[in-house]
């Protein structure tokens, strides 16, 4: 059987209209059970693979989905959002959609993003990251659907995917105390004041549900790179009383913490234990291998797709889910007293 066969053909061979040929290829709703089984028995007899072009044309969709990430975004972030993008890759080809990636600036007007959806040639976006305002007005105009994953915005106005970074926090704060720290620092960084302040919550949940005293010039809020994150443990270093336990709020973090103790001559996790938020890649390949709390960037890519997908298609659909975070990957910088 030709290969080439058209979706016209495969309508005419099963007796029903083109329309609902297209629902079946596409996986969507409005098909009867046996039309879909006699299209289906036909489909794979035949051998057709859906022309792209065509499908464009009968479902009105580009079959292009956007993911746009802001050229400013820290480098700390960066690591953690490139594991998303698998994620969002391989959801993506399952719906049978391209991955055109974007970087946005601070201007929308002229952008590549404001060309692309005027040419209509995306049928929705993924933020990796919370949206400024003027592109959410913006992008309003054009009917576009759009998702932010890891939006750090406690009552985010819009679709999004996020982690539980305040349970995050409990956990890791939580895991020190249970080896014996009450000596525990924090590290962060309060750019972003809703992401610090859960973070901050969990590590102050913890310390006075233990009845631990609460030092504030342990408690370290600059770490935006890798340079921030260096003062932020100097600082401590300086303080009359140091700390046994250093908890930081993502995994590069630690790490630069890490590197900058060691250069210092101290020893991990000899004379500081360390943990953190993520479980990116680069931390069990570290030396010595971080302990951290695992956030789920597989799911909440995945997660993404499938709710922007649903949104571009007018079903119902969450728009706020948070990707729960209660794995505690233990590795070696952590000491037991």
């Not at 909440?300 to 649903?310: P, Q, R, S, T």
Request: one cysteine or more.
């Amino acid at each position: 059987m030709d290969k080439k066969i058209t979706i016209k053909q495969i309508a005419q061979m099963a007796g029903v209209s083109v329309a609902s040929v297209s629902y079946v290829v596409n996986g969507k709703k409005g098909v009867g059970e046996e039309t879909q089984k006699k299209v289906m028995e036909i489909i794979e007899k035949t051998n057709y693979t859906p022309n792209v072009n065509s499908q464009r044309l009968i479902l009105k969709k580009s079959f292009n989905l956007i993911v746009a990430l802001d050229e400013k975004e820290s480098p700390i972030n960066n690591f953690f959002y490139a594991e998303i993008m698998n994620s969002i890759v391989e959801s993506a080809a399952k719906l049978r959609y391209n991955i055109v990636l974007i970087t946005v600036g601070d201007k929308y007007e002229g952008s590549r993003l404001n060309t692309t959806l005027l040419q209509h040639n995306a049928d929705g976006i993924i933020f990796l990251g919370d949206i400024k305002p003027k592109f959410a007005e913006e992008i309003s105009k054009t009917n576009t659907p759009y998702v932010i994953i890891d939006s750090q915005k406690t009552n985010p106005p819009y679709p999004c995917v996020r982690a539980d970074y305040k349970q995050s926090s409990r956990i890791g704060v939580r895991h020190l105390v249970e080896n014996g720290h009450k000596r525990i620092a924090l590290i962060g960084s309060d750019k972003v004041p809703d992401y610090f302040e859960w973070i901050y919550e969990g590590y102050i949940d913890v310390l006075n549900e233990e009845s631990i005293k609460i030092k504030k010039e342990w408690i370290q809020s600059n770490a935006f790179d890798a340079q921030g994150s260096e003062i932020c443990i100097e600082n401590i270093l300086m303080c009359k009383e140091r700390p046994t336990a250093v908890f930081c709020s993502s995994d590069i973090v630690a790490i630069c913490v890490m590197n900058y103790l060691q250069k210092r001559g101290y020893s991990i996790p000899q004379d500081f234990s360390v943990c953190s938020i993520d479980d990116i890649s680069m931390s069990k390949y570290h030396y010595p291998a971080l302990t951290t709390i695992h956030i789920d960037k597989k799911a909440m890519g995945e997660i993404a797709v499938n709710m922007l997908d649903k949104l571009i298609n007018g079903e119902d659909t969450d728009t706020d889910i948070s990707v729960t975070s209660e794995i505690l990957v233990k590795r070696n910088s952590v000491k037991a007293l």
